[in-house]
């Protein structure tokens, strides 16, 4: 049996009795997917590396090839790959949640007398917990290539916040997705797909050249909010005042956009999980 199934078959705490609250059931939850990604880390691994090896590859192959005004290449990449592992949440939430689904183990939890809210806020919450974690490495290894941080503790605090909180909102839209899919092969290949999204943005590169619809696509974009969000309060470039409404004021930008997809797919993953298959 797989470690996934082993995970799967394990009671959860908080979901037995009159006992069982909202946030116990939760927090149950949480636990159920930590153990998951200790028993079967590989996809958790590659979503954590692959920023590390763009990192490597687009400052070292790309980066003399990309002038930025005003600042060097790789300062200017690594909060827009910070940006791009928050905006990552609707690729590992929309796999978690389709791959449950496809093996019954959503049917499962449907069965318990547990909140229906707690398995899809279980998931995102582990996700959030992983993605903390996770871009340690990736700070690591853009402190090595010469990036830094120009500005003060409260801001920095802030900057890792606001992408906390992007990649919380991220996750929910994935779970949605996923529990919408169902299918755990067609999440897997739609999640290659949300590859593109930071393609589309001032992640990798300045927005300022680019021909005007597209520029414009790139700008609306929320991962090019949280990037120049992430570049302010890092103190590693101030926000293009030629720029769209969401990059020229990034931060309100984020926040705006962090919470019109909660207020959007939290609803959603509760309604459809609730729902099952029908």
């Not at 802030?158 to 997705?177: D, E, N």
């Amino acid at each position: 049996m797989s470690g996934n199934a082993l995970v799967a078959e394990r009671p959860l705490a908080g979901t037995a009795g009159n006992a069982s609250t909202p946030v116990a059931d939760g927090l149950a939850v949480l636990g159920r997917h930590l153990q998951r990604i200790k028993a079967a880390p590989g996809v958790l691994i590659l979503t954590q590396t692959m920023p590390i090896t763009m990192l490597l590859f687009f400052g070292y192959v790309f980066g003399s090839a990309l002038a930025v005004p005003g600042q060097e290449y790789r300062a200017f990449l690594v909060p827009g790959l910070l940006a791009a592992t928050a905006a990552n949440g609707i690729m590992t939430g929309m796999f978690q949640s389709a791959q449950d689904c496809h093996r019954g183990v959503m049917d499962r939890f449907r069965t318990l007398p547990m909140s229906r809210s707690a398995v899809p806020f279980g998931q995102t919450a582990a996700d959030l917990l992983t993605t903390a974690v996770g871009m340690i490495p990736l700070i690591l290894a853009g402190l090595a290539v010469g990036w830094r941080i120009e500005g003060g503790p409260a801001a920095a605090l802030g900057a890792f916040g606001l992408l906390l909180l992007f990649r919380f909102a991220t996750a929910w839209v994935g779970c949605w997705l996923g529990l919408l899919i169902r299918s755990e092969e067609a999440a897997g290949q739609l999640g290659s797909a949300t590859f593109i999204l930071p393609l589309l943005s001032s992640a990798y590169i300045p927005t300022g050249n680019l021909p005007g619809w597209l520029r414009t696509l790139a700008e609306w974009n929320p991962i090019s909010a949280v990037a120049a969000a992430t570049r302010d309060l890092f103190g590693n470039a101030a926000p293009a005042a030629d720029a769209a409404w969401p990059v020229s004021h990034p931060v309100a930008g984020s926040l705006l956009w962090s919470a019109a997809l909660l207020a959007l797919a939290v609803p959603l993953s509760v309604r459809r999980y609730a729902r099952g298959g029908e």
